[in-house]
């Protein structure tokens, strides 16, 4: 029984080595290898082209590398082979940091005096909310968006979260389904999606709905890229110059050098780094899944 590797990170190397030596009973390939495909009996993978994943016939499960699993069931040949993906909680503390410090700067005006200071500019004190004050609309509430908004609940922000289906029991924090969507978007000062890609959330941040947000808002997207209509919110941010957004993931990445979010000065663009998948832990977590799997 073998595993085939593959990954378009940059510290792949490291990541093969930690494989290998954390699967050391397993032969473990990668496509640069000579290898039989019909002994591939798990992959763990990101981002396998499709020509590879479409000769792997005798897969028992996939591993994904992260915690979305669209770069698989996107593929063609993908048909319905179980997948893995990681649930680490140490990405879920990068991530709820990386959403912490886009609320803060928004909520500190940092991002105001950044601005004036390329003008030389000294805008003095303002005023600004406590956390308490502040309502954070959490789009999607899987494990990721959980993990935010406790973590933020915890820094005593008032949190509220989306989920189109949801068993209210097992949340920390109200919920709300898309009844009373209008109630989640415009009770929200802060909205930060984790919608995973799939055909359900494309484009679910549109017009209407970014129209329903505060006019001073912060929107914060942190799931996948799909899920925003980027001319829609080009078209929103021209109307509404108080609204401010940060994004860290985008309809096509990486962000084409010509694409307006770069110089727009009210959005702030992080290149899909708000949670790296952590090597050992999500490797450690991945074996022991693999234990109860096999
Ligand atoms: C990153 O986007 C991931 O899915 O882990």
């Known amino acids: 029984m073998?595993?085939?590797?593959h990954c378009t990170f940059p510290n792949e190397k490291k990541?093969?080595?930690?494989?290998?030596?954390?699967?050391?009973?397993?032969?473990?390939?990668?496509?640069?290898?000579?290898?039989?495909?019909?002994e591939i009996h798990y992959a763990i993978i990101w981002n396998l082209p499709d020509r590879i994943l479409r000769k792997?016939?005798?897969?028992?499960?996939?591993f994904s590398l992260g915690a979305g699993v669209d770069?698989?069931?996107?593929?063609?040949?993908?048909?319905?082979?179980?997948?893995?993906?990681?649930?680490d909680p140490n990405m879920a503390k990068r991530m709820s940091y990386h959403v912490h410090s886009q609320?803060?700067?928004?909520?500190?005006?940092?991002?105001?005096?950044?601005?004036?200071?390329?003008?030389?500019?000294?805008?003095?004190?303002?005023?600004?909310?406590?956390?308490?004050?502040?309502?954070?609309?959490?789009?999607?509430?899987?494990?990721?968006?959980?993990?935010?908004?406790?973590y933020l609940k915890k820094m005593e922000y008032k949190v509220i979260g989306f989920k189109k289906s949801y068993s209210q029991s097992i949340k920390p924090f109200k919920l709300y389904n898309k009844k009373n969507i209008n109630t989640f978007?415009?009770?929200?000062?802060?909205?930060?999606?984790?919608?995973?890609?799939?055909?359900?959330?494309?484009?679910?941040?549109?017009?209407?709905?970014?129209?329903?947000?505060?006019?001073?808002?912060?929107?914060i997207n942190i799931g996948r890229g799909v899920s925003l209509n980027e001319n829609h919110l080009l078209q929103h941010l021209n109307k509404n110059k108080n609204f401010y957004v940060s994004l860290d993931v985008f309809k096509k990445e990486p962000l084409p050098k010509t694409h307006k979010f770069w110089n727009h000065p009210n959005i702030i663009v992080t290149p899909h780094a708000a949670a790296l998948t952590d090597i050992d832990s999500s490797i450690n977590l991945m074996h022991l899944r693999y234990l109860a799997f096999v």
């Open 2 to 5: 073998s595993i085939l590797f």
């Open 185 to 219: 978007i415009k009770s929200s000062n802060i909205v930060v999606s984790i919608l995973p890609s799939t055909k359900e959330t494309e484009n679910f941040i549109d017009l209407n709905f970014l129209k329903q947000m505060k006019k001073d808002a912060l929107l």
């Open 15 to 38: 990541w093969l080595q930690s494989v290998r030596k954390k699967f050391n009973r397993h032969k473990v390939f990668t496509i640069k290898d000579k290898f039989n495909f019909n």
């Open 56 to 62: 792997l016939v005798n897969l028992k499960v996939i």
């Open 103 to 150: 609320i803060l700067n928004y909520q500190l005006k940092l991002n105001l005096f950044q601005k004036a200071q390329l003008k030389k500019k000294w805008l003095g004190e303002m005023e600004t909310l406590l956390n308490h004050e502040i309502t954070i609309g959490i789009l999607g509430v899987g494990f990721l968006g959980t993990a935010v908004g406790k």
């Open 71 to 87: 770069h698989i069931i996107n593929t063609p040949s993908y048909k319905n082979v179980p997948i893995l993906r990681v649930k």
